[in-house]
């Protein structure tokens, strides 16, 4: 079986959860012997080289319809449906923040992917994207997909909801690397130290992390470095944050299993989370994670992870302050070697493609 990974042009340069989802789940895939290549959707493809194509982020359509209008073979899609629309309407900031304000969700992603391409950050392969617009874009891809594979059932009843499309389905979670982060019972964890491995932008947050944690008794490390239209956002962060706060370019997870080693807390107070692989990564090491409540975290780690308020920087301290004022929860790790593993995702990945394409 020969698949076809078709995913953001910015895949590597750009890194992202999505990077690491798309690359994991393609080498557990090849060890279950399927043959797969990663293709960047501004890459020329030789569509009849594969049996099927696997799209990630449904977010990007103008991506995908440049490639389904290429070729009729079967397709499944990866949705990461995140919902930035809370972030655009109410915190982000200048020009952009004015006109987004004012839109829907879809219109908002319809703008910004416009603004891309007219600024040249960004390349429009689709040019029926722009007839179509977003909705109606997704909403294509949707019902002429084979199946689904979101990464929660909560995904899915989102995807319900928002374009009313009911289409065969197969959750695929998202997983770690379980032979790179396993607990170290040899390193005793520092109570004072959190952490919070992401790129630096305003949908992760990091400002009111900042404010919340600022001349405290914890120091905070922020691994991760900008994202590429949030320079002003990194520099605010920067101005804003005090003496015990710490910034860190991203580093490949080999090295990040050093910082999980040392972190007693992993935070992501973000405006909206699908899951957030490194608080998966940073609780199999044996933080506790403080985490925000908006998007599908709760499907992941139940009553497991300390909820937080994203808007409410009190709410973010005491989240993580309980969460270092409490016991390791073994049960989450448990859970996340049993459930949560790219080795697992890979398996049931395979198992939808034989539904397509059977052996």
């Not at 960047?40 to 990007?60: A, G, K, M, Q, V």
């Not at 319809?110 to 007219?118: F, I, M, N, P, S």
């Not at 992760?204 to 600022?214: C, E, M, T």
């Not at 992501?268 to 608080?279: A, D, R």
Request: aromatic share 10%; net charge positive.
């Amino acid at each position: 079986m020969k698949i076809a990974f078709i995913t953001r042009a910015t895949l590597y340069t750009v890194p992202g959860g999505d990077t690491i989802q798309v690359s994991q789940t393609a080498r557990c895939l090849r060890e279950l012997g399927a043959e797969v290549d990663i293709c960047l959707t501004s890459d020329p493809i030789e569509y009849s080289r594969y049996d099927l194509f696997h799209y990630i982020n449904i977010t990007r359509p103008a991506d995908i319809l440049f490639h389904t209008s290429r070729t009729q073979k079967p397709f499944v899609v990866s949705p990461i449906l995140v919902d930035y629309s809370e972030y655009d309407r109410h915190h982000r900031k200048g020009v952009a923040g004015f006109i987004l304000h004012r839109l829907s969700a879809n219109s908002q992603e319809y703008a910004k992917t416009v603004a891309r391409w007219l600024a040249g950050k960004d390349k429009m392969r689709s040019k029926a994207y722009l007839v179509k617009g977003q909705r109606k874009s997704v909403l294509y891809i949707l019902q002429r997909a084979a199946i689904l594979l979101p990464n929660s059932e909560a995904e899915y009843k989102k995807l319900e909801e928002e374009y009313g499309v009911k289409k065969d389905y197969m959750v695929v979670p998202n997983g770690i690397d379980a032979s790179l982060f396993s607990p170290d019972k040899k390193i005793i964890k520092d109570d004072r130290i959190v952490l919070c491995a992401a790129r630096i932008e305003g949908i992760k947050n990091q400002l009111n992390l900042i404010k919340a944690l600022n001349d405290s008794p914890y120091t905070l490390l922020l691994v991760g470095s900008h994202a590429p239209n949030q320079k002003s956002y990194y520099d605010e962060c920067r101005r804003m944050a005090g003496k015990n706060i710490f910034f860190y370019d991203h580093v490949p997870q080999e090295t990040l299993v050093g910082y999980y080693k040392r972190a007693k807390v992993h935070v992501l107070p973000s405006w909206f989370e699908t899951c957030g692989l490194s608080s998966l990564e940073a609780a199999a090491m044996g933080c506790n994670i403080t985490i925000t409540g908006k998007g599908y975290t709760r499907e992941y780690f139940g009553n497991d992870a300390f909820y937080c308020d994203p808007g409410d920087p009190a709410s973010i301290f005491n989240g993580i302050e309980t969460a270092a004022k409490s016991h390791c929860k073994k049960e989450l790790q448990e859970k996340i070697f049993h459930q949560y593993t790219w080795q697992r995702a890979a398996a049931i990945t395979m198992s939808a493609y034989k539904k397509i394409i059977p052996a």
